[in-house]
T-cell receptor
Framework: AQKVTQAQTEISVVEKEDVTLDCVYETRDTTYYLFWYKQPPSGELVFLIRRNSFDEQNEISGRYSWNFQKSTSSFNFTITASQVVDSAVYFCALSDLYNTDKLIFGTGTRLQVFP | DTGVSQDPRHKITKRGQNVTFRCDPISEHNRLYWYRQTLGQGPEFLTYFQNEAQLEKSRLLSDRFSAERPKGSFSTLEIQRTEQGDSAMYLC????????????FGQGTRLTVV
């Protein structure tokens, strides 16, 4: 069965601290896609990044970086120098590639950044 | 394009009433998904359309739920004889037809059954 686990329910940091959100996934597929979405209080899920199973290169986008390790089935997300605007719930998701591409989400990590 | 839009944003209904939600996907997207999200949980898949064809329904989608996507454009999700357990955020997403492509989500419809 496919599953995504986000063990951190809530994280609180002070502005300018670095923070890492963990994501562990389970799948039997050899080809798959992983995603991170941000859900601010408004409710809309905002796409952040997509990574396919054949590309283990880490990615950096501004203050955001992602570390994908197939050996540990992890796809962690780091925010450097966090800001108050980063406060949101962050979801990691796995695409059910061979079955409609529907997303299987983790339970999310609520990040609170205090000034 | 303004993205995926959902209507209404909020709905309060009495138990036993029927409710209908609408989703307008991004115009060139032929894939459309409905998800349900309860408090403190991640979204859970409900159903999937490719153009006008409903190709998958989750076991979460009981007989009281029905979804349509006439002409492959907007979609509606109807819940009949609502129950308190139906209270949740209903999210719609759309995407292009390409493996592993990202889905774009609407702001959701928050349903409260009293």
């Amino acid at each position: 069965a496919q599953k995504v686990t986000q063990a951190q329910t809530e994280i609180s940091v002070v502005e300018k601290e670095d923070v890492t959100l963990d994501c562990v996934y389970e799948t039997r597929d050899t080809t798959y896609y992983l995603f991170w979405y941000k859900q601010p209080p408004s409710g809309e899920l905002v796409f952040l990044i997509r990574r396919n199973s054949f590309d283990e290169q880490n990615e950096i986008s501004g203050r955001y970086s992602w570390n994908f390790q197939k050996s540990t089935s992890s796809f962690n997300f780091t925010i450097t120098a966090s800001q108050v605007v980063d406060s949101a719930v962050y979801f990691c998701a796995l695409s059910d590639l061979y079955n409609t591409d529907k997303l299987i989400f983790g339970t999310g990590t609520r990040l609170q950044v205090f000034p | 394009d303004t993205g995926v839009s959902q209507d209404p944003r909020h709905k309060i209904t009495k138990r036993g009433q029927n409710v209908t939600f609408r989703c307008d996907p991004i115009s060139e997207h032929n894939r459309l998904y409905w998800y349900r999200q309860t408090l403190g949980q991640g979204p859970e898949f409900l159903t999937y359309f490719q153009n006008e064809a409903q190709l998958e329904k989750s076991r979460l989608l009981s007989d009281r739920f029905s979804a349509e996507r006439p002409k492959g454009s907007f979609s509606t999700l109807e819940i009949q004889r609502t129950e308190q357990g139906d209270s949740a955020m209903y999210l719609c997403a759309s995407s292009l037809e390409a493996a592993g492509t990202e889905a774009f989500f609407g702001q959701g419809t928050r349903l409260t059954v009293v």
